[in-house]
Structures are given as C-alpha cells and as structure tokens.
C-alpha cells in the first residue's frame, strides 16, 4: 500500500503562506491572522485597532471579555454590511490564544477564518463489526449546504461553540445529525484530536478536531433530523479507504478523520513507507 492518497489530503489542509497574512494580537496575546481586505477594514477603525506593515493589534484600553465580544460584533457588523464578510452564521466562537477555555472574546462562527481564528469542533466515527468484518457509517452532505454540499462526511460532524461542554455538545450533535439515543452516545470513546491550517480565500482556519469512535449495534440505523445530511450509507473499511485515498468524495477535513481511524485500526500498516509522516501530519503544531 503507498499513502500518497492519503497524504495528500494532509499537505493540502496544510498549506498556507505567511507573507499573506498579518498577526491580530489582542493584549499581546497572538489570536489570529488577517488576510486583504481583512486587515484593510481594520486600518479604517483607528479607534480600535492599530495596523502596521506585519501586525494588526487591537487597544489596549478594550481589555476585558466582554469589550472585546463588543468590538468584535461591531467590526463583523460592518464587514457583512461592507460585503467583506458574506453572512453570519449564529453560533459563538472562542477567540484564544492557547484553548477554548482561555477565551478572550468570542465573535460569529462564520467570522472565525476571516480572522484566522483557532477553531474547534467534534467528529464521531460510527462504525459496526459483523464477523471479521469492519464497516463504516459515512454520511452524504446535503445538497443545499453552504460548504462542501454532496460530499461524504463522517457520521456525526460539527463545529464546537463557546458556550457548551465537549460531552453535551457530543450529545447534541449525535442527535440532530444521525437521532443517536443518548445512552448509545454515552458510548463513544473519545480517541484524540487532529489539527491542521490550512489557507483559504478568506483567511486562514488553524482548526482542532476532537475525535471519538462509536461502536454501533448492527441494528442502528442513523437518521438525520437537521436537513443537513442526504443520506447515510454503511460501507466496508476497505471501500472507505479506497474513496480516501483515490478521490475527493469527502469533505477535505474529515478524509483526515477517516485516515486516522485507518491508522488506529491497524488498516494503514505502519510497516509502509511515509508511515510516520503520516501520523505526524495529523497533528500539525498551530
């Protein structure tokens, strides 16, 4: 077996330029990074940020969690009544310079790549054994999606607000994307996490994806309550990994789930060369 199928996914979602960007600070703290016409729309708030050839700082004097939230809410306003920003999404994202418990403000989810935000969410691998015989529950996008519509998707995904618990998030998700009971829930095995930064037309997403598995009765069939997934299919290990590695089926982030799943499972065998890259890349540095 040769992983260049799989690595592929893993240097694309690690691409990005750093002479494209300039560093947000906030109390010399570094939050993010601002792409043109970002940092541009900051430059004309003079009042609270103060911009330079490789820097964007917000003032000092707006110091707390709650002034920050505010300011934020403000610029973000006025990006999506500019067309810098395209829409709002609704959910509160973390701005933080380390985790999602050392939050310094939080601002719309859909703001989060402009500023090139440390991001957070949750991908459950759904999986049933039937002999000797490993399968895989993989969800199809629904077609109105704003991201990625029509391509494959891990059984449960989904973005990680400020607010809530990892485990009552878990629940949440597990529910409205596949009608998981809460005592099946209560199963999954969280597993790790994977990161990665990749750039975007938009900015820049140094994302965390905490992962579980879920070990599913042969049974349980998921159903999605949120509209947000067309179908849900149970396919064998060996036909996941073929689509990973010879396609673009999947949404790009959770190809990574799915090669880490192939790796634990010993699918992926660790004798193959560029094995240790592999892994490595899973869990780039942010």
């Known amino acids: 077996m040769k992983l260049q199928g799989y690595q592929r996914h893993i240097d694309r979602l690690n691409e990005w330029n750093r002479d494209n960007f300039k560093a947000l600070y906030f109390d010399s703290h570094l939050v993010g990074y601002l792409k043109e016409p970002v940092w541009s729309f900051l430059s004309s708030r003079s009042d609270l940020f103060t911009v330079n050839e490789r820097e964007v700082s917000l003032n000092p004097q707006i110091n707390s969690f709650e002034q920050r939230t505010e300011v934020l809410d403000e610029v973000v306003n006025g990006m999506v009544e500019s067309s810098v920003m395209t829409h709002r999404h609704g959910e509160r994202y973390p701005v933080t310079h380390a985790d999602r418990d050392s939050a310094l403000a939080t601002i719309d989810r859909a703001a989060a790549a402009y500023f090139g935000l440390r991001a957070y969410g949750q991908h459950l691998n759904g999986y049933v054994r039937n002999g000797s015989e490993l399968l895989l529950w993989i969800a199809r996008r629904s077609a109105d999606r704003r991201v990625f519509p029509d391509h494959l998707d891990n059984m449960v995904a989904g973005g990680l607000p400020h607010d809530i618990s990892l485990a009552d998030n878990l629940h949440k998700e597990c529910q409205e994307e596949a009608s998981v009971p809460s005592h099946i829930v209560a199963q999954a095995v969280p597993i790790g996490a994977i990161t990665y930064c990749t750039e975007t037309p938009v900015g820049l997403k140094p994302d965390t994806l905490y992962c579980y598995d879920l070990e599913l009765p042969s049974d349980f069939v998921p159903y999605n309550s949120d509209g947000e997934v067309a179908e849900f299919m149970l396919l064998p290990i060996e036909e996941v990994a073929e ?44």
């Open 243 to 286: 689509r990973v590695a010879n396609s673009d089926d999947f949404k790009p982030n959770c190809n990574l789930v799915v090669i880490d799943f192939l790796v634990r499972h010993g699918i992926i065998n660790p004798e193959t060369q560029g094995y240790l890259k592999l892994i490595n890349g899973l869990h780039e540095k942010l």
